[in-house]
C-alpha cells in the first residue's frame, strides 16, 4: 500500500515511510493509495477472532512493508498491556451498546493508538538505526498515552511539556511516576498554549529538528488512526452476533475528528450497509457539529469543559475527511487549508448533501453531560466519564428503533472523578492502574516557557540518553 498527501506534493511513500513522516512534508496528511474492501464472506469469517488476531486481519491489509509475523508480533504486545482480555470489551445496557476502550495503561481511549505507534516506532528505528526525539505538549491526557506508549524503549527519548499546576494532579502523577531513563516531563512556568507555541517554533528550527531527529507524537499519525478502525470492526461483529441486525450505529465523543475519522474508513471497507450512521458529537466547542449541520466550519475561542480533551477549534484529521469530500482533489484542498489557515473558517454548504450522508451530528451542553452521566447512573448503575456522556446524550438523540447504537467510551471516569463527583454525589472505584499514584516517587523538570532553555535541555538530555543507549 502506498501512501499520498492530501496535498498531492510528495511522492507515494509506503506505511513505514509514512509512520515515520507523520505530518507529509508538504504540510498535507498521509492517507492510503486506497481504501480495501472486505466482502461479506471475509467478514463474516473473521466473527471468532480474537482482538490481537483481527487487528492483524485489519491493519495488515494497509501496511505491505513489514515482515508478517513482525506485524503480529508489534501487535500482540500493544494489546498485551491491557487489562481487559477482549481489549475494548462492550457492554449492553438498556438499549445502548457501551464500547470501552479505556483498558489500557492510561485509562483513555488514546492507549489504543499509542501503544501500538511506539511499538512500530521502536521496529522501525531498530531496523533502520535510526534515533528519534518525540516533543510533544499536552493539557492532560495525550502525554501520558504517548509516555506510557514509548516508556524503556531504545532508540527513543520522550519530552514532554505540561503547563505547571494547571493539569488535574492525577494526570500530573500519570506522567512524573514514570521513571524510565528515556521520558523527560517538563513543568513549564505557563500554559498549555504557552507550550505548545514553544513545540512549534522548535519544530519550525529546521536545522535544531533535523539535528536532534525531532519526532512529533500527535493524533495526525496514519498509525494511529489504522489502529482505531479495528474496534469500530470488531463492535460490528460483536453486536451483529447479538442482534441479528446487519447495520450499526457508532456515537463518538469528537475533538480532533481522528477517532470519528477511523470510524469513516472501516465504514468504506466493510460491506455496504454493515455502518449505517456516524454520530458526531461535541462538548461546547462545537465547530464540527456546525460543520455537518451547516456546512460551516469556522473557529471561536475554545471554551473550557468537563470534557478537556475535546476542547478543540481546529481539529487536526479535518483535512482528512476534506480530501475526500472534494473528490481526493489535492489542489483543491490545498486552497481551503490555507484559506481557513488565513480566515478561521471556510464555507462548505454546497457540499452538505454528502456531509449529511457520511455524519449526523449534535453539540452537547455542559448541563446535559452532568444530567445524562446522573440519569444514566440512575438507571444501570454504570458510571460516564464526561467526554462519554457527550456521546451517549448525542446517541439518544439519533437512536433509531431496530439499529443498534454503539458508543464509543473514551476515558474511565475514575479520571475525571471531580465532574462524576457533582454529578451523582459520588466518586467512581479507583482502578489499579491509578491505586497509589498520589504516593508515587515522581521526576519532573521545572522551567520557563522560554524555547532556549526547552531546547538546551532537549539537546543535553538526548546526547546523553543516546550515548548510554
Ligand atoms: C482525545 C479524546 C477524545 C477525542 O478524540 P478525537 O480523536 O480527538 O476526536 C475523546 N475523549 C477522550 C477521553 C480523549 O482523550
Known amino acids: 500500500m502506498q501512501y499520498l498527501s492530501t496535498r498531492g506534493q510528495i511522492s507515494p511513500i509506503p506505511f513505514s515511510q509514512a509512520v515515520m513522516m507523520g505530518l507529509a512534508e508538504d504540510g498535507g496528511l498521509l492517507l492510503p493509495r486506497t481504501i480495501p474492501r472486505i466482502g461479506t464472506d471475509t467478514f463474516a469469517s473473521w466473527q471468532k477472532l480474537s482482538y490481537a488476531e483481527l487487528a492483524f486481519e485489519v491493519m495488515s491489509r494497509f501496511v505491505d512493508d513489514i515482515p508478517v509475523s513482525d506485524l503480529k508480533d508489534i501487535i500482540n504486545r500493544s494489546y498485551a498491556t491491557f487489562t481487559a482480555k477482549e481489549v475494548t470489551p462492550v457492554v449492553h ?22 501503544q501500538f505507534l511506539g511499538n512500530i516506532f521502536e521496529y522501525l528505528l531498530s531496523r533502520d538505526q535510526g534515533v528519534l526525539n ?30 505547571h499546576q494547571r493539569v488535574s494532579p492525577v494526570q500530573e502523577k500519570q506522567m512524573t511516576t514514570v521513571l524510565d531513563a528515556n521520558v523527560f516531563n517538563i513543568a513549564i512556568r505557563g500554559s498549555f498554549d504557552d507550550g505548545q507555541a514553544i513545540v512549534k517554533k522548535i519544530f519550525n528550527d529546521l536545522e535544531f529538528k533535523a539535528k536532534y531527529r525531532l519526532g512529533a507524537i500527535n493524533s495526525i499519525n496514519w498509525a494511529r488512526v489504522l489502529a482505531q478502525v479495528v474496534y469500530y470492526v470488531r463492535s460490528c461483529l460483536h453486536v451483529s452476533a ?3 441486525d446487519s447495520s450499526v450505529d457508532f456515537a463518538i465523543p469528537t475533538g480532533n475528528f481522528g477517532d470519528i475519522f477511523a470510524g469513516y474508513i472501516a465504514k468504506k471497507m466493510l460491506p455496504p450497509g454493515t455502518i449505517r450512521q456516524l454520530v458526531l458529537a461535541t462538548n461546547d466547542n462545537d465547530i464540527l457539529a456546525r460543520f455537518v449541520t451547516k456546512g460551516d466550519y469556522s473557529q471561536a475561542t475554545v471554551k473550557i469543559t468537563s470534557s478537556p480533551s475535546m476542547d478543540i477549534q481546529a481539529a487536526s484529521n479535518f483535512e482528512r475527511y476534506l480530501y475526500y469530500l472534494l473528490d481526493s482533489d489535492p489542489a483543491r484542498t490545498r486552497e481551503l487549508m490555507e484559506e481557513f ?13 454528502q456531509i449529511r450522508r457520511d455524519f449526523v451530528a449534535t453539540a452537547v451542553s455542559e448541563q446535559e453531560v452532568r444530567e445524562t452521566i446522573a440519569a444514566f447512573y ?71 516557557a522560554e524555547k532556549g532553555k526547552i531546547q538546551a535541555f532537549v539537546a543535553e538530555k538526548s546526547a546523553t540518553a543516546f550515548n548510554n543507549g
Not at 489557515?341 to 448533501?353: A, Q, T, V
Request: proline share 6%; charged share 20%.
Open 242 to 244: 447479538h442482534e441479528k
Open 378 to 448: 440512575q438507571e444501570h448503575e454504570y458510571i460516564l466519564d464526561p467526554h462519554t456522556a457527550v456521546g451517549v446524550k448525542a446517541a439518544q438523540k439519533f437512536k433509531t428503533v431496530g439499529v443498534p447504537m454503539v458508543c464509543l467510551a473514551t476515558a474511565h471516569p475514575a479520571k475525571f472523578g471531580a465532574v462524576v463527583e457533582e454529578a451523582i454525589g459520588k466518586l467512581p472505584d479507583v482502578p489499579l492502574a491509578l491505586a497509589g499514584i498520589m504516593e508515587k516517587p515522581s521526576r519532573c523538570e521545572l522551567m520557563d
Open 341 to 353: 489557515g488565513k480566515n478561521g473558517k471556510i464555507d462548505l454548504s454546497g457540499h452538505h448533501e
Open 134 to 163: 518525540i516533543l510533544g505538549a499536552t493539557s492532560g491526557d495525550t502525554g501520558s498515552a504517548a509516555i506510557y506508549g514509548v516508556r524503556g524503549k531504545e532508540r527513543i527519548n520522550i519530552f514532554i511539556l505540561h503547563p
Open 93 to 114: 445496557l438498556g438499549d445502548l451498546h457501551i464500547l470501552e476502550l479505556f483498558h489500557g495503561p492510561t485509562l483513555a481511549f488514546k492507549d489504543i493508538a499509542l
